[in-house]
């Protein structure tokens, strides 16, 4: 009887381990007893897990890691520095909205990571190449977010501040800034998804080290196990980055979690 | 006077604009102000550069040659996610074993950037449009998936329960219910796909294609083309601009009617 309480009320957890379990283990069971392995196209959870416990255990893949979280928090820091400076102005002054609203909007729409090549040639292979296309791709959820977010400030309670006599320091810090929060880390979200594609196109497009570099080269060299642990470890980084800013988001505004500005 | 209510009736235009031609016109006038070193200057473009490299790329065909090869990775990688998302979100909406069963799939993929697959790809596809067509596909499918399914799981209870006390079976209440309800959601999901498969066209033509926009863009920034590489970028850029505001317009007249926003991923 307990087992079955315990599937009613986990039901979605259950089925959702089960269903995990199930494709990997067909998976490995497929390619081991009915169809043989090409080890050049394909490759099985066996396989990969061996690749795996070697990479971790050798020190390239933290080296590879390391080299690209390097060029991920240049980027990305200069993306928050830039980004929520400006959506702040943006949203606090009606003019610099206007003026800079309809280009930052074509900026943002647009797929900048066709700028990758040029920015590699430009800037090289190195750190700087890398963090610029970065920072180009996550700066505007960070600009458009905090806009949105001084955008959405109750007016009221601005007034309110004034009325009381309260300073431009105490209407930023007690006002705007908590109002904005919310946005702000749902820009960060964001933004952490599309300077994982700068820092891996970036990498894919010309590089001597890094993660996305390790894949692209496991695909030349026909080493899919080793692909695959590149692959699920920056799936896993990811993942766990944008669910990290997910929570966050459900604790310092649980009222609109999942809500997006544009 | 007339200046002045005009000016104050359309500032929004009048700045909007105004920044962007005083930022091309800055662009343009660089060289006039400052001589770049050696080095610099051959990765340096001035906007009439641009348009004449435009010009001339647009006359001996070579735009269109690449524009169709992307438009053709483009609409059956976004065809086919149409195809795949809208019915499984669909599926994943109404029922929860299938919700549990795939959900682990779906957040991790769509929190994951696809990209990363595109070595793998290439590999089993080969380089051309297969490949392509797949790393599109991976993009777009999961905004539309998870919108859709967000829209059916936000219909309105009362309005499944009378469709059902009158006895429609689970077709008609899709037909009836569902759908209609759900549309503004899966309009929504359409407008982040699109800005998704553009991405894909672009990367996947970067590594994956000898042929299209992104390779035209890739080979030219190899060659120090940059006017040529300014010439696909901004043609990306127009592109995805007229794409998202012809889906917003779509949205807002389909989204005038409902009072809350529609929950975008």
């Known amino acids: ?262 | 006077m007339k200046l002045k209510t005009f000016c104050t009736e359309h500032e929004s235009f009048i700045l909007g604009t105004g920044f962007i031609v005083i930022l091309l016109a800055l662009w343009e006038s660089v060289p006039l102000w400052y001589t770049l070193p050696k080095g610099m200057a051959l990765f340096f473009t001035t906007p009439s550069k641009v348009a004449a490299a435009f010009q001339q790329l647009l006359i001996n065909g070579e735009i269109e040659k690449h524009f169709y090869v992307s438009a053709i990775a483009f609409l059956a990688g976004l065809g086919l996610s149409i195809v795949v998302g809208l019915p499984l979100g669909l599926l994943m909406g109404r029922s929860q074993t299938l919700e549990a069963l795939l959900d682990p799939y779906v957040t991790s993929f769509n929190a994951s950037p696809r990209i990363v697959w595109l070595p793998l790809m290439i590999l089993w596809f080969g380089i051309g449009i297969w490949s392509k067509i797949v790393i599109v596909f991976a993009g777009a499918v999961f905004p539309l998936l998870i919108n859709t399914y967000a829209g059916v799981k936000n219909v309105n209870r009362v309005l499944v329960n009378v469709v059902r006390s009158f006895g429609a079976n689970e077709w008609q209440l899709m037909k009836v219910v569902v759908l209609p309800n759900s549309l503004p959601y899966i309009i929504a999901g359409l407008r982040l796909a699109i800005g998704r498969a553009i991405l894909g066209v672009v990367v996947g033509e970067f590594f994956g294609s000898s042929q299209g926009l992104g390779y035209m863009i890739a080979s030219a920034a190899t060659n120090y083309k940059v006017d040529v590489v300014f010439v696909g970028v901004a043609i990306f850029m127009a592109l995805s601009v007229i794409l998202t505001l012809a889906v917003k317009q779509l949205e807002s007249r389909l989204a005038s009617w409902r009072p809350e926003t529609a929950k975008t991923f």
């Not at chain 1, 610099?96 to 292979?125: C, K, Q, R, W």
């Not at chain 1, 320091?169 to 300077?195: E, N, Q």
Request: charged share 15%.
């Open chain 1, 1 to 262: 009887m307990n087992a079955k309480d315990y599937y009613t009320e986990h039901r979605r957890l259950v089925l959702g381990v089960f269903s995990v379990i199930f494709l990997v283990a067909a998976w490995e069971l497929l390619l081991t007893y009915v169809f043989p392995v090409n080890p050049f196209f394909f490759t099985k959870p066996s396989l990969i897990a061996e690749a795996f416990k070697e990479q971790v255990q050798g020190a390239k893949l933290w080296h590879d890691l390391a080299i690209s979280s390097r060029a991920f928090l240049w980027g990305f820091s200069f993306a928050v520095i830039v980004g929520i400076p400006l959506g702040l102005v943006m949203g606090w002054r009606r003019r610099v909205e206007y003026a800079l609203d309809p280009f930052l909007t074509a900026m943002y729409a647009s797929p900048l990571v066709a700028l990758a090549p040029l920015l590699i040639i430009v800037f090289g292979v190195g750190v700087l190449g890398k963090a610029a296309l970065v920072f180009l791709l996550s700066v505007f959820p960070f600009v458009f977010n905090v806009f949105a977010g001084v955008k959405s400030t109750d007016a009221l309670l601005i007034n309110v501040i004034r009325s009381f006599g309260g300073t431009d320091k105490d209407l930023y810090f007690k006002v705007i800034l908590p109002s904005t929060m919310p946005y702000l880390i749902a820009g960060a979200r964001l933004a952490i998804g599309r300077g994982l594609v700068g820092i891996i196109v970036g990498e894919f497009y010309a590089a001597s080290e890094g993660i996305g570099f390790a894949i692209s080269q496991a695909g030349d060299t026909y080493r899919l196990p080793d692909m695959f642990v590149g692959i699920i470890i920056l799936s896993v980084i990811a993942v766990v980055l944008t669910e990290a800013m997910r929570r966050l988001e459900l604790t310092v505004a649980p009222w609109r979690a999942g809500e997006e500005v544009r």
